[in-house]
């Protein structure tokens, strides 16, 4: 059973970088989308961006050029920096995977997620 | 970018009753629209993917149909556990991919 698991600091200053990881167990990395989505405290889910495991990404355009995102298919692992943060960047970050190899599709797989907090 | 309309935005529902929830896109998605229940302090769970395919294990007492721009999801003989916030998501058109702003369903 696949599982997926956030990591990273829970504490970023203002205008420094936010930077996450997101860890894939108990089955593949490979042919997949994998996608980070955040969620503000009491509000809605805003896709971020995704990659695939040839590197390939999509970025959310709201974030304007703020986000990169990378792979390690040796570690299972792929991760997010969100350059140049501002409280509003403060929210509840999920790692995600699209339901199908290879294929736009919704998300099945969801890590717990994990608070970022942007304060000094 | 495709706008994603739910209502209502709170439902409020006796136990065992049915709830129908509403979700609209700015333009057309075709049947790429999923939808999640996400309850406090949990991740959002797939229900319903390609407008009317339930996900793996979710019950029949959950259905989606629609397509194009507009979508419903059905919630027959609400129980305790369903009780949460449901969300649309369409994944037709990128970026980005776009979430309806949700629906909470509540203990009438």
């Keep these: ?120 | 970018e495709i706008v994603m309309t739910q209502s209502p935005a709170t439902l409020s529902v006796s136990p065992g009753e049915r709830a129908t929830l509403s979700c609209r896109a700015s333009q057309s998605v075709s049947n790429n629209l999923a939808w999640y229940q996400q309850k406090p302090g949990q991740a959002p769970k797939l229900l319903i993917y390609g407008a009317s395919t339930r996900a793996t294990g979710i019950p029949a007492k959950f259905s989606g149909s629609g397509s194009g721009t507009e979508f419903t999801l059905t919630i027959s003989s609400l129980q305790s556990e369903d009780f949460a916030v449901y969300y649309c998501q369409q994944y037709n058109d990128w970026p980005p991919w776009t979430f309806g702003q949700g629906t909470k369903v509540e203990i009438k």
């Design chain 1, 1 to 120: 059973q696949v599982q997926v698991q956030e990591s990273g600091p829970g504490l970023v200053k203002p205008s420094e970088t936010l930077s996450l990881t997101c860890t894939v167990s108990g089955g593949s990395i490979s042919d997949y989308y994998w996608s980070w989505i955040r969620q503000p405290a009491g509000r809605g889910l805003e896709w971020i961006g995704r990659m695939f495991t040839s590197g390939r990404t999509n970025y959310n355009p709201s974030l304007k050029g703020r986000v990169t995102m990378s792979i390690d298919t040796s570690k299972k692992q792929f991760s997010l920096k969100l350059r140049s943060v501002t409280a509003a960047d403060t929210a509840v970050y999920f790692c995600a995977r699209e339901l199908s190899p290879m294929t736009d599709d919704a998300f099945d797989i969801w890590g717990l997620g994990t608070m970022v907090t942007v304060s000094s």
